[in-house]
């Protein structure tokens, strides 16, 4: 259980030092017409995409997630929705930093991390649930959503006070794309020096 127990650890420590390569690096693309703007349209759509997920995701899981399996909605076309989207955020972030360095090195970590993190959650999942769960993998795939699987009920219970803080955290990719235009401001201004420049 070593991924998951130290999932939020690493998030912090790796998105600490995207934060400082964003601050301290320019971007080589910004110069080039169309590219710079395109990066940071795509990456608002994506993060905007992520918010979204994660907080349908937070529906069916609010109140849920330990006392039964939950398989409807996000969760009937992929058994870790929340992780996909969150990748998909850290990936808008990478290019609303207007660069194609930083998306590259979210999608690598996430990639090294988030199997081990799956892994460790399936395990405890199979303990807890058995032969139900064992079930589920077989229909359901682990990490890309498979769409024409998708099923749910007309009516949901919610726990909405768990709802609320899933609703506040989706809330902090619209502030890390805040910052990163801040970062960016302060560097036009020379407030920030600017080190060297990353694609």
Known sequence: MFYARHRSEFSRVF?????????????MLENVPGVSDSLYFIGVILV???????????????????SRLVKEGPYSISRNPLYFCN?????????????????????LGFALWYPG???????????QFGAEFER?????????????????????SVNT?????????????????????QIEALQEIGIISIVGKIW
Not at 87 to 107: D, F, K, N, R, Y
Request: aromatic share 10%; charged share 20%; glycine share 12%.
């Open 15 to 27: 998105g600490i030092g995207i934060l400082l390569l964003s601050l301290f690096c320019g971007r």
């Open 48 to 66: 905007g995409a992520a918010m979204m997920g994660r907080l349908w995701c937070a529906v069916y899981i609010s109140g849920h997630k330990d």
């Open 87 to 107: 990748m998909v955020g850290g990936v808008g972030i990478g290019l609303a930093s207007e660069t194609l360095l930083l998306p590259a090195l979210i999608i």
């Open 117 to 127: 993190v799956i892994r460790d959650e399936e395990t405890r999942l199979l303990r």
């Open 136 to 156: 589920y993998c077989h229909v359901t795939p682990r990490f890309f959503p498979r769409l024409s699987l998708f099923h749910a009920p007309e009516t949901y």
């Open 161 to 181: 006070r768990v709802f609320g803080r899933e609703l506040l955290r989706s809330f902090l990719f619209i502030g890390v794309l805040g910052l990163l235009e």
